[in-house]
């Protein structure tokens, strides 16, 4: 028999900015589904299922067909535009592939509301314009390794360990207290929130647990914090190994540098200590964590141990992370979880994915890896039973040229696709 297929269809869509992405799980609201969005444990809202990026054929489509023992899955297809796709089956069951977004480093309030109202133009199709967007932030949201602070005049040094706190808090708030048009899809609620997603016909639902890591290891809180490309004026070769004390980090000033990891450790251990509360909470079909970095190929052992001690015996299922411009599917049969980067988005560059450190080859190993010459796309279908894992990328058809207008447009290519258990297996190939 074939399992009851709950009407959810995510994708977890990274915002790409040059050397950091930012996590984004995007939804599309449906008649017979509910979201809502906590810091705790989540309750019922308005209607909601969930969809993804750029537009392709029913061959590409994030709904295609696929078995397992039998199980066949809804067929969908979509076609492609330059700025936005339309769907042409039921959207709760299928839909199309939307196009990463671009964010910069805010400095000021205005610089915030500027950026939003174009990427809010370029997102503005009819299958997509109501798809709320679960963000987490990245590196770059909070300065990259910019100054952190700013005057009048753009971005500029810190004059000292609260102004230089208070700076990271603003652009967290900038971004959080944002009020976007189209039902207000933007969805950043805290440093860590709970996004529910409930099929109510199926009684299938997935519990999305967005966290923030800032204090990993690769271009976290020492890159961000020591703001060397601002002291530096941007130099690559001065910034290569700078490091506490030095006077490209933080201009030698380590009470400052200090102030500022303490606050990246505090919220990265008060998103641990969360998730650990809220997984253990949690009664959804489906666990899925979205974080902008990996918590073994950003992070050093340490670091890592801190994240697997919470996701041994959790539950969660998958872990979606950005970070790295690359898209790879790893998996862990000692904590029954399978990670993924997605970063590869697309706009500014595109590169290796993460590996797996020495340390973590004992709990981790790659299931798949893209060519790293391409931008892309995951997706991921719920039902009872299965999470449908696929990777979408352009397809031979397209024709780049230097001016978009000019480019010949084709359909999507799914290069991958997985299909991982409700008890976190391994699963197998579609």
Request: charged fraction near 20%; aromatic fraction near 10%.
């Amino acid at each position: 028999m074939v399992s009851k297929k709950a009407r959810i269809i995510s994708i977890v869509m990274i915002l790409a900015i040059i050397g950091a992405l930012v996590g984004v799980m995007v939804i599309r609201k449906a008649n017979s589904s509910s979201a809502s969005e906590s810091t705790g444990t989540s309750s019922s809202g308005s209607g909601s299922s969930v969809t993804g990026s750029s537009g392709g054929d029913s061959t590409g489509s994030s709904g295609g067909t696929g078995t397992v023992s039998k199980k066949k899955k809804t067929k969908t297809s979509s076609d492609s535009t330059s700025g936005s796709s339309s769907i042409t089956s039921d959207p709760t069951s299928g839909g199309s592939l939307l196009p990463s977004l671009s964010i910069w480093s805010f400095n000021q309030l205005t610089c915030v509301n500027s950026d939003f109202q174009s990427s809010q133009g370029k997102y503005s199709g009819d299958n997509i314009k109501n798809v709320p967007w679960v963000n987490v932030l990245g590196n770059h949201d909070y300065g990259g390794a910019s100054y952190i602070c700013s005057d009048d005049d753009g971005l500029a040094k810190c004059s000292s360990a609260d102004d230089l706190v208070k700076a990271l808090s603003n652009k967290f708030a900038w971004q959080s207290d944002y009020t976007s048009p189209n039902d207000n899809r933007w969805v950043l609620k805290d440093h860590f929130y709970v996004y529910s997603i409930e099929d109510k016909d199926s009684g299938v639902s997935i519990d999305i647990f967005n966290v923030d890591a800032g204090d990993a290891s690769t271009h976290g809180a020492q890159q961000t914090c020591c703001q060397c490309y601002g002291y530096a004026e941007g130099s690559d070769k001065k910034c290569k190994n700078v490091a506490r004390g030095d006077k490209l980090c933080c201009g030698g000033d380590t009470d400052m540098y200090d102030a500022c990891v303490d606050k990246f450790t505090e919220w990265s251990d008060d998103s641990r200590k969360q998730l650990a509360k809220e997984v253990a909470a949690s009664t959804a079909t489906w666990k899925i964590v979205n974080s902008h970095y990996s918590p073994y190929a950003h992070y050093d052992e340490a670091g890592m141990k801190k994240w697997f001690d919470i996701l041994d015996g959790s539950g969660v299922q998958l872990w979606m992370n950005g970070h790295t411009h690359g898209e790879n599917h790893d998996y862990s049969s000692t904590y029954k979880i399978h990670f993924v980067d997605n970063g590869a988005g697309g706009g500014i560059q595109k590169e290796s994915a993460s590996g797996i450190p020495e340390y973590a080859s004992a709990d981790v190993e790659a299931l798949w890896v893209y060519g790293g010459h391409e931008y892309g796309f995951m997706s991921v279908e719920a039902s009872e039973e299965w999470l449908k894992l696929q990777y979408h990328t352009a397809d031979d058809s397209w024709s780049f040229e230097e001016s978009f207008k000019s480019t010949t447009k084709g359909g999507v290519a799914t290069k991958h696709c997985w299909y991982i258990p409700v008890d976190g297996g391994e699963g197998k190939e579609c």
